[in-house]
């Protein structure tokens, strides 16, 4: 095998590690959690495609993008984020959340002799992304790849949307990612989606719910 059939295989590898590292499939209950979208729509705030578009578009440019992203990149290049990452946590779900999915991927990476790690779930993500070394840059696009996959799922869900709804928004918002993540490496963290918060802490007393945030 030549050198560069090696480099390849290994590329390849990489890339199929990632994937699994971001699959929707990945057991760690992602699906469980609407991250106050279910309120949202609970609340009027969204009742449609347009207002769900809406809605991730904006938690994703003033959460996801602005405040998980850049503490993530923080994580991918070996600083410990973590218990700043759980201080932004703003309500009791969202924290329950990060540390239940950062459980789970733990276990799962302890089962598969990945190794041991501990803490939210971009932590034990970063941890296990330069285990597999794998492309900070990389990684964090996939992040926030599997981040607006599962609010857009959740939306199909809560709404609810027909699939190729669904399918309108991936494509609109997903073609955003590459852009937020290049701004995240630079960016000093920061929430700007108050609204989030404020929607977050009514689910939790919200009477019927499908999703546990």
Known sequence: M???????????????????????T?????????????????????????????WIGDVLELS????????????????????????SRETAELRAET????????????????GEATGSYPAVYAFAARRWDIAPGDALVAYLWSWLENQVMAAVKAVPLGQTDGQRILLFLGS?????????????????????????????TQYSRLFRS
Not at 29 to 46: D, F, H, I
Request: hydrophobic share 45%.
């Open 176 to 204: 955003r990612i590459e852009s937020l993540a290049d701004e995240a490496k630079g960016m000093h963290p920061r929430n700007l989606a108050p609204g989030l918060a404020f929607l977050s802490s009514r689910h939790e």
């Open 99 to 114: 540390l239940q999915m950062g459980g789970s991927l733990a276990l799962l990476l302890k089962d598969l002799n990945v």
């Open 64 to 87: 996801a993008g602005s405040m998980e992203a850049p503490l993530l990149w923080k994580m991918l290049n070996g600083e410990d984020c973590n218990e700043l990452f759980l201080a």
């Open 26 to 54: 990945l057991p760690v209950g992602a699906y469980s959690y609407s991250q106050g979208l279910e309120a949202a729509v609970e609340a009027g705030v969204v009742h449609d495609a347009a207002s769900a578009e809406r």
């Open 2 to 24: 030549t050198a560069k059939a090696i480099t390849t295989a290994t590329t390849m590898t990489k890339l199929a590690r990632l994937l699994q590292l971001a699959s929707p």
